[in-house]
């Protein structure tokens, strides 16, 4: 299937899902009081984007959600690059790791309060400690499906340990790093917008859906802004995916991509890993 079928598909699917929501609110089997037709919230939507408040809440979501993703790439890739490339380290922190790892992140929120407050630096905490797992774990995962016989053609030429993580390991492991990113991100949005919710004051885009939801007749209003937060999500990911794609143009899932454009794939790396690491984060995702 090529990327035009894709997006047509894709938009088919909006498409349905608007008219189900719209006969549904239109037809009476949900209050509107609950559930406004689909038209007005996109309307309300449309129309919040002229609002100045409103897009500065969302100015601060954006902020916070890109502080903590940077945060958690600088933590995570070296820390994953030190864990796949030292076993005696790995084995060493690994129950520590297993013990943070499932806890969620939302769970934190009154306990990194208490120690931070209730400002932007506990929203970009939080938002750092969810979005460090995928990361970490799409690092430590990728190193470990780096191409050992170029790792052994550069030791037998005499490159050293250091030489080789930056010549072979960490080129092998890009993509792997970027699909974890890539998680990580619409993990962040998530955060970001959740510990806004259960603050209840300041400035954010969960702010405004939850002072809407306290308002006579709100719902319109938490329903358009959550139609923000999806869309922020969904360009988000589409960015990152085309970045992907322009930056890592060797990995196998996309040379397939290009030969089925051209005519001339052959399928013969279907059997082997994609190079974005299958959007897998081995370490499961906590929110």
Do not use: H
Not at 51 to 67: E, I, K, N, S, Y
Not at 217 to 227: E, F, N, P, S, W
Not at 230 to 252: D, K
Not at 255 to 263: F, K, P, V
């Amino acid at each position: 299937m090529n990327r035009r079928q894709e997006l047509a598909l894709g938009g088919l699917g909006v498409l349905l899902a608007f008219g189900i929501c719209e006969a549904v609110g239109r037809a009476g089997v949900v209050r509107r009081s609950y559930l406004p037709p689909a038209s007005e919230v996109l309307a309300r939507a449309v129309e919040l984007a002229g609002d100045r408040a409103f897009l500065d809440g969302v100015g601060v979501t954006l902020r916070a959600w890109a502080l903590g993703l940077g945060l958690a790439c600088a933590i995570a890739v070296p820390v994953g690059l030190l864990l796949g490339s030292v076993p005696v380290v790995d084995d060493a922190v690994r129950a520590v790791i297993e013990f943070l790892r499932p806890l969620p992140s939302v769970a934190l929120i009154p306990l990194v309060s208490l120690l931070l407050g209730s400002g932007t630096e506990t929203e970009v905490a939080l938002i750092t400690y969810a979005s460090v797992w995928p990361i970490l774990f799409n690092t430590v995962y990728g190193l470990g499906e780096t191409d050992p016989l170029a790792k052994d053609t550069l030791r037998a030429f005499g490159f050293g340990r250091l030489s080789v993580l930056l010549r072979v390991e960490l080129p092998g492991t890009a993509p792997f790093i970027a699909a974890g990113v890539r998680i990580s991100a619409s993990i962040a949005l998530v955060l970001a917008v959740a510990t806004e919710l259960l603050s209840g004051f300041g400035q954010g885009l969960g702010i405004f859906i939850a002072q809407a939801q306290l308002a006579t007749d709100g719902t319109r209003d938490v329903l358009a802004g959550v139609v923000w937060a999806g869309v922020l999500g969904l360009v988000i990911n589409g960015v990152l995916v085309w970045v992907e794609r322009r930056v890592f143009p060797w990995t196998p899932e996309r040379r397939e991509r290009a030969g089925e454009a051209t005519g001339s794939g052959d399928g013969s790396d279907a059997g082997r890993p994609a190079g974005s690491g299958g959007d897998r984060a081995e370490g499961g995702l906590p929110t």
